[in-house]
């Protein structure tokens, strides 16, 4: 089909409205295993967005994995980058932006993201966070004991600053598009609400 134009596919219900109405970066907020990538992914492509993912950028910007950071610099230098990354990011096209777990956690980044983003808050329920982040070993904060016990610790202290977020969209165990369907359907409503 070499030269020949085809129709780009068609958007989500309600991705169009959603589109016309963004002037802010959407960003993902939630606990390591909530879906951030890859419900923003799918989110980014059925808006017609570019998508970042925060952690990559962070691992560009310093030359290795968030790992090694963490066992050579430490968390707090991990944060330290994090925070300019994202105020970076921020500062760029309207886009979709994944963060990680504790990013929502600083102040600043989240001053940041309320000024210059619409956060939307992945809120998944601890026997779903445990599977899901069962599937990959590189989760610095996860190596240090009981999964299961470090994720209800993380929910118990995270789940009252990521309510802060301006939408809470449930990730439920149901395909991702789901999910997404499910993000753009609030979002849709927010700017329903604001007109």
Known sequence: MDGI???????????????????????????????????????????????????????????????????????????????????????????????GGGAFMDETTRARIKVGGLSIWLRADLDTLVRRTARRNNRPLLNAGDPRAILGDLMTKRYPIYAQADLTVDSLEAPPETTTQRVIDALRDHFSRAA
């Open 5 to 99: 134009a085809q129709d780009p596919p068609p958007l989500a219900a309600g991705a169009q409205a959603v589109r016309d109405r963004l002037d802010r970066t959407i960003v993902m907020v939630g606990l390591m295993g909530a879906g951030k990538s890859a419900i923003g992914k799918r989110l980014a492509q059925a808006l017609g967005l570019g998508f970042i993912d925060a952690d990559k950028e962070i691992e560009e910007a310093a030359g290795c994995t968030i790992p090694e950071i963490f066992a050579r610099f430490g968390e707090p230098a991990f944060r330290d980058g994090e925070r300019r990354v994202i105020a970076r990011l921020l500062e760029g096209p309207v886009c979709v932006l994944a963060t």
